[in-house]
């Protein structure tokens, strides 16, 4: 893999690029948020090439998709699905909806794979498939619900870059728009790697985005070959104060589940429980955090 971390940085290495074509430019954010974008796109095209991705999350945690559907997926007209993937949950939507669905990836293979489901799909005229840098969203459309599903924001690297992020989609929304997330929970999650980053931040060692509290960085071995994924961690507090900046009002939040989701998604009995379970469970206990957010 692309990434490197010396023991005083947290430091992406650029992939080599995938095609000849002149990447752009975006000024606005800073060179190590793109380069853990990068780093993001060649990790996913990876995991999604070798297939680990499917195997570990076979299908969309039940009570998301119900989440979805309980606030206004099934009225929607357009629904813009913010790092599908392969599309976990726009296929489903597909099914359940009468929704235009646009999905947006920065993997081409996670595109790729959702595009493969389609071709044998009744509604597949009512998917748009979008790559590459954010930009292409502008002048889009507007989107009535936007997805930001399954830890897609903690993958963007910094909060700068996060809230240039959220105000673009904020734009796309109108103003009865939905922003539905879910996000990683920092009290679940990577303990190690968290105390980790809060001795570098304690003993001033921390550098660029090492600097930001709830920035890690952990391996995962995919297809025998380790990777390191970029992640940043949320509490309830501080998904509401991100969004809040960016010109959302958290509505509702509640825990996405108890059990971790390749073990929900895995095992449907174990989802089934941890529906009922996970229903009784705070927010802020929950192995992810779900929110509904609006415009302000
Ligand atoms: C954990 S997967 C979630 C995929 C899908 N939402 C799901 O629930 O299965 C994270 C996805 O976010 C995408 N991603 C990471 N950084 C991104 C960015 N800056 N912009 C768009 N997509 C991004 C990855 O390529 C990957 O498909």
């Known amino acids: 893999m692309f990434v490197d971390i010396s023991s005083s940085t947290m430091r992406f290495e650029t992939p080599p690029a995938s095609n000849t074509a002149p990447q752009p430019i975006q000024p606005e954010v800073d060179a190590n948020s793109r380069q853990v974008n990068q780093a993001m796109k060649a990790l996913y095209d990876h995991y999604f090439a070798s297939h680990d991705y499917v195997k570990r999350y076979p299908q969309p945690n039940q009570t998301t998709l119900n989440f979805l559907l309980q606030h206004g997926a099934g009225q929607a007209q357009d629904i813009l699905d913010f790092g599908c993937g392969n599309g976990r949950y726009a296929l489903a939507l597909l099914h359940m909806t009468q929704a235009k669905l646009t999905g947006y990836d920065i993997s081409e293979t996670a595109l790729a794979e959702f595009e493969s489901h389609l071709e044998s799909l009744n509604g597949q005229a009512r998917v748009r498939l979008l790559h590459g840098e954010s930009a292409v969203l502008d002048h889009s459309g507007s989107y009535d619900m936007v997805l930001l599903l399954f830890g897609v924001l903690s993958h963007v690297g910094g909060q700068q870059a996060r809230q240039k992020t959220l105000l673009q989609l904020r734009k796309l929304m109108p103003h009865d728009g939905k922003l539905l997330l879910t996000v990683p929970n920092l009290w ?57 900046a960016a010109g959302f009002e958290v509505t509702q939040v509640e825990a996405e589940s108890i059990f971790p989701e390749w073990l929900i998604t895995q095992h449907a009995w174990l989802g089934a429980l941890d529906a009922r379970l996970s229903h009784f469970l705070p927010a802020f206990l929950g192995y992810g955090i779900r929110a509904v957010a609006k415009r302000i």
Request: charged share 25%; proline share 4%; glycine share 6%.
């Open 188 to 244: 679940r999650r990577r303990p190690f790697e968290l105390a980790k980053a809060a001795w570098m931040r304690w003993t001033g060692q921390a550098r660029d985005l090492q600097v930001e509290p709830g920035n890690i960085v952990f391996t995962r071995r995919l297809a025998g070959v380790d990777h390191q994924f970029f992640y940043h961690l949320f509490t309830v507090r501080t998904l509401r104060l991100e969004l809040l």
